[in-house]
């Protein structure tokens, strides 16, 4: 079964790239394993998926210490940092997907050991439920990053609302795309700015047809 839909998000993803003329190996993909056992996350780790997120600071690491001898993984914590916890997981992970404030970034600079990659959160649809950056406060927001020398934005993330439409979710994703070229333009060192993650299980093919680097899926892999 789950052989069977890694190849058809595979074939999805395959799809999304064909039809928006981009190589298929532009985009990876990260396993959300917040769901499942170790011994699954394992599973596909074998079928080709090195790339495991959790949202939570103690279920990262667990699955990282039953995972141990899986040496080409790369951790994605994809989940809101409290700052109290900043210290048990930034180390641990290789990509941090929700950096949305000066005070976790001061928290990040003062625990990691090493260059965090990270994604920096915006809001781009302006929900109240969620965190992230408002769209035009990003650039400043990236900017004043330049301060923590161990913090790389690599890149931008978003999620769409839950009940958005088709148009409305590409609507988002394009916008967080424009911002992305923006904030790449200006080529600073601190923040390359190349990536996009965005787009999970219910819109992974919208995500990838708007310039996602990264998706984000679970629930289309355990099923």
Known sequence: MLADNVKQVEKHIAAACDEVHRPVNSVQVIAVTKTVSAAQASELVQLGI?????????????????????????????????RKKVKLIINEIDYFHALDSQSLAEEIQKRAGRVIKCFVEVNVSKEESKHGIAVEQTEAFIKSLQVFPNIQVVGLMTMAPLKAEKTEILEYFQTLRQVQNQIAENKWKHAPCLELSM?????????????????????????
Do not use: C
Request: charged share 25%.
């Open 50 to 82: 090195t790339n495991i997120g959790e949202n939570r600071v103690d279920k990262l690491l667990e699955k990282k210490q039953a995972l141990k001898n899986e040496k080409q993984v790369k951790w994605h914590l994809i989940g809101n940092l409290q």
């Open 199 to 223: 787009g999970m299980s219910r819109d992974y093919p919208l995500g990838v047809k708007s310039g996602a680097t990264f998706v984000r899926i679970g629930t289309a892999f355990f099923q």
